[in-house]
Nanobody, 123 residues
Framework: QVQLVESGGGLVQPGGSLRLSCAASGSIFSINAMAWYRQVPGKQRELVAK???????NYADSVKGRFTASRDGAKNTVYLQMTSLKPEDTAVYYC?????????????????WGKGTLVTVSS
């Protein structure tokens, strides 16, 4: 069983900063990628940032230059440093892990999601 626990969400004023964390635990053999997505009610979940095992990171155009994703491989943790926050960044932010994990039938490629953390940008 793999669990992802996000933390760091909250209320922040426009122009402010927040740092999200996502810690993965469980029987993980290897991680191909860890990513942050966000979702606003009534809209599709969208990719915010994705870090791969090769240490490359891709960002949504809307957050480039403002958000920075980083990963601590030893802790199976991914972070999202968000700066210059805008009201349109308000959303539930979800952590995603894609990797090789232990299942009931052995080691398999799986995708997991955290429960999400709410970020509200408002004055």
């Amino acid at each position: 069983q793999v669990q992802l626990v996000e933390s760091g969400g909250g209320l922040v004023q426009p122009g402010g900063s927040l740092r999200l964390s996502c810690a993965a635990s469980g029987s993980i053999f290897s991680i191909n990628a860890m990513a942050w997505y966000r979702q606003v009610p009534g809209k599709q979940r969208e990719l915010v940032a994705k870090t791969t095992s090769g240490a490359s990171t891709n960002y949504a155009d809307s957050v480039k230059g403002r958000f920075t994703a980083s990963r601590d491989g030893a802790k199976n943790t991914v972070y999202l440093q968000m700066t210059s926050l805008k009201p349109e960044d308000t959303a539930v932010y979800y952590c995603n892990l894609a990797g090789r994990v232990l299942t009931g039938t052995g080691w398999s490629q799986r995708d997991y999601w955290g429960k999400g953390t709410l970020v509200t940008v408002s004055s």
